[in-house]
């Protein structure tokens, strides 16, 4: 933790381009943007993965995300052709995490040439095997809520 990019940036020992801080969250524009306005939403509490940070600093985070895309007005071009943006979060490096600090992107999307750019390779659908699989998950929710 004391070597975090993050939390060094939290702590003020590292400079930022601030933007909101609450209790929970610190959000901040990012030095290397995609596009302009781009920005990061993190939790006070370190943490490598989303599964590892309190329910509490989560929950404060879309609301700071929601803010930022209003000030951003990222909300007043609500055409689908028009204007959009992506919120991001990875999680572990093979899902393109490069700071162990668990982190949301803010990124406007104002046309095809800025912002994130994304592949998306879906696979055919089984219904039997998806079937099967909500069965699978279905049963492990319900394990998971009974532990609560």
């Known amino acids: 933790m004391s070597a975090c990019i993050f939390c060094k940036i939290i702590k ?3 400079p930022s381009f601030k933007l909101i801080e609450t209790k929970f969250s610190y959000s901040f ?3 290397q943007p995609t596009a302009e306005a781009h920005c990061l939403v993190i939790p006070k509490h370190h943490g490598a993965k989303l599964h590892n940070i309190p329910d509490e600093y989560l929950a404060d985070i879309l609301p700071v995300v929601k803010k930022l895309t209003k000030v951003l007005e990222l909300d007043v071009n609500n055409t689908p052709e028009g204007e959009g943006y992506n919120v991001l979060q990875n999680n572990g490096r ?4 490069e700071v162990d600090h668990v982190h949301f992107h803010l990124i406007p999307k104002k046309d ?7 592949e998306w390779p879906a696979q055919e659908t089984n219904f039997e095997k998806l079937g099967q699989l909500h069965k699978q998950l279905q049963s492990r929710l319900a394990e998971y809520d009974e532990k609560l």
Request: glycine share 18%.
């Open 112 to 118: 095809s040439k800025t912002g994130l750019g994304v």
């Open 94 to 97: 093979i899902a393109h995490q």
């Open 29 to 31: 524009l990012d030095i």
């Open 12 to 14: 003020g020992e590292i």
